[in-house]
């Protein structure tokens, strides 16, 4: 689902890249074989990205945004001013992004030089077992209310279809909850609304002490579970040990 454009300084530096490759290109027009280069990677440049517009999130362009560089510094060039243009652009690209990540070392220094002595060279996501089965307690109540549809969140692990738990633990759109949360405000609340005609009552399983929101300007949202207006939750049972922390919640 698409979110609204940001005004800010990420959006004008994509448009500051974009508007640079197309007077690339217009500079080529008088000479065929480079137009037709440059009007490939334009095309190029766009569609990749496409991500970024469609769901306007800053973490998206700075992914795709060595690959916009790359881009750039691979059409040809007939205009002297164009060409110092892009140098001049390439220049402070390169400037700010050796004080960025110098300053951000130096500001970070214990995590950076943790991550650098890590013998984990990949980080690779942690999953939640299949068979995971929650205390006797969260089930008991579970099944006092007749195989309700259940959503599991499980923190920072990622979990697969469970066949333990109703709907498998995937009962309500919102996992994974960092991609749910992006959205604006009226689209979560329509999905809400539309899901709860259906279904006035949803289980939440939580693997740890969940959050809850209502709006957008609410602190941290990323990792809460959106409410909206109109929902309310009560917490049914917790259980706590020294493995697992587990909470169930009633959402109505």
Not at 32 to 44: A, D, E
Not at 116 to 129: A, D, E, G, I, Q
Request: hydrophobic share 45%; charged share 20%.
């Amino acid at each position: 689902m698409a979110k609204e454009i940001v005004s800010n300084k990420i959006t004008l530096v994509y448009l500051y890249i974009l508007f640079l490759s197309y007077f690339i290109l217009r500079d080529s027009l008088i000479h065929k074989n480079f137009f037709i280069t440059n009007i490939l990677w334009f095309s190029l440049l766009t569609s990749y990205s496409t991500y970024f517009m469609v769901r306007s999130v800053d973490s998206n362009f700075i992914n795709i945004f060595p690959f916009l560089i790359f881009i750039i510094c691979s059409m040809k060039i007939l205009s002297q001013d164009i060409r110092i243009l892009r140098n001049i652009s390439l220049i402070i690209v390169f400037f700010y992004v050796i004080i960025s990540s110098c300053y951000s070392i130096i500001l970070n220094n214990d995590k950076f030089l943790k991550n650098l002595l890590l013998p984990n060279f990949f980080v690779t996501p942690s999953y939640l077992s299949e068979n995971y089965i929650p205390n006797t307690t969260i089930l008991r109540k579970i099944n006092e209310y007749d195989n309700l549809n259940l959503t599991l969140i499980s923190d920072k692990t990622i979990h697969r279809p469970n066949i333990h738990l109703t709907n498998k633990g995937y009962g309500l759109p919102i996992l994974p909850l960092e991609s749910f949360n992006i959205l604006n405000k009226k689209t979560k609340q329509t999905l809400m609304d539309d899901y709860f005609k259906k279904n006035s009552k949803h289980l939440v399983l939580c693997l740890f002490d969940c959050k809850f929101y209502r709006s957008n300007l609410d602190d941290n949202f990323y990792n809460k579970i959106f409410l909206g207006e109109k929902l309310n939750f009560k917490l049914l049972s917790s259980f706590q040990s020294k493995d697992v922390n587990e909470y169930l919640y009633l959402i109505f």
